[in-house]
C-alpha cells in the first residue's frame, strides 16, 4: 500500500515538472488532488480497507498530497518567472521618446472673467467686499429703498427661506425674514455701515432669481455691484470709470452712452449702453442692427441709502452700478447660451 501511494506521489511530481504553462499545471493539480482526483479518490477509498490498514493509508496518502502541493508553487514560481522574462525580453523602452503629456485643469471662464474686473478695478483704487448669499430682508430690500409694499419688489422673484439654518446666520434683527440675495447691492449697505467714506469697491458674487431657465436667464448667476463715495462724486466720473473698465476688459475702445431709467437706490438712475463688441458699431444681428449692447444699470445713490447706513448725504454722495458677470463672459467669449456656464461640460470648459 505505501509503495503504490509513493509511485502515485512521483507519477504526479513529473507531470508537474513537465507543465509548460499555467493552464497545463492547473489541469496536472485537478487530475491528482480535484474532486476527481486519483489521490482524492484513493483517500475516499479508506474506510473500505481493513482497520489495521487505515491509518498507513492515511498518513501516506496525506504526505503525498502535502508533496504534491509542495511541487506545484514551485513549478507555479518557476513558470512565472520564466513569464516575466521573456516579457522583459520582449518589451522594448525607448528612453528617447517624450513622455505623457499631463493634462492640467483650468479656470472656469466666470472665475477668469472676475479675476480680470478685479485686476481692472484695483488698478483704479477700487477695493474688493463680500457679502452673504443668504441675505435678511431689510439689506436686500428695505436699507436700498424698497419696503414691503414698493412695486419694485416684482422686479426681482425672490427665493424666501423659513429654515433655521437661515435664522442660525442672522446678522442683523431689523427685519426676520430671511431669502436668497436677488442682487449683490446688500454688500454696499454692509461695507458703509462699517466703513467711513470716501469709499470705492467691488462686490462681485453669486445672487438667485426665481425665474425660467432659458439661453439668456438662470436662476443663479453672477453680478459685480460697483460703489464709489465721495464729496464730489458725479455722473462724468462714472462715465469716465466705466468707459476705461470696458476698454481694458475687451481690448479696443468702447463708446458708452446713458439713457434715463428708475431703481429704486438711485436717483438720477440710468441704463449703460456700449459700442457692439462684435460689429464695433455698425449693426449686426447680436445687437439687433443699432450698434449698442445694453451691460448695466447704475445711477447716483439715493439719498434715502444714505440714510439707511448712517451716512449723511448733505456731505457725501456717490454713484453705484450693477453687472453680470456672466454676460461679461459670454460677451469676451463669443458665449451664446448661458447655461453653458453651469452645466460642466469639459468639452466645453477646456475651451479655456
Known sequence: MQRDFSELEQEAKN??????????????????????GKITREIQAIPTLAVSERAEAGSALNTAKI????????????????????????EFLDVTAPGKKIEYGSLHPLTLVQRVCGEIFGSMGFSIAQGPEIETEWYNFDALNIPADHP??????????????????RPKTKNPRFLL??????VQIRYLETHTPPVRIIAPGRVFRYEAT???????????????????????NFSAIIQEFFKRFFGF???????????????PSFEVDMTCVVCKG??????????????MGAGMVHPRVFNATGVDPAKWQGFAFGIGLDRLAMMKYKINDIRLLYEGDLRFLRQF
Request: hydrophobic fraction near 35%; aromatic fraction near 10%; charge should be neutral.
Open 15 to 36: 507531470a508537474i515538472k513537465t507543465a509548460q504553462t499555467p493552464k497545463e499545471l492547473e489541469a496536472v493539480l485537478r487530475l491528482y488532488t480535484g474532486k476527481e
Open 67 to 90: 508533496q504534491i502541493a509542495k511541487a506545484y508553487a514551485e513549478r507555479q514560481d518557476e513558470l512565472k518567472q520564466r513569464a516575466q522574462k521573456e516579457s522583459g525580453a520582449e
Open 152 to 169: 419694485a419688489r416684482d422686479m426681482w422673484d425672490t427665493f424666501w427661506l423659513k429654515s433655521e439654518e437661515a435664522k442660525s446666520q
Open 181 to 186: 440675495r436677488t442682487h449683490t447691492s446688500p
Open 214 to 236: 432659458d439661453a439668456n436667464h438662470q436662476i443663479n448667476f453672477y453680478q459685480l455691484e460697483g460703489l464709489v463715495v465721495d464729496k464730489d462724486i458725479s455722473v462724468a
Open 253 to 267: 475702445p468702447v463708446t458708452v452712452r446713458l439713457r434715463p431709467s428708475y431703481f429704486p437706490f438711485t436717483e
Open 282 to 295: 455698425k449693426g449686426c444681428a447680436s445687437c439687433s442692427h443699432s450698434g449698442w449692447l445694453e451691460i
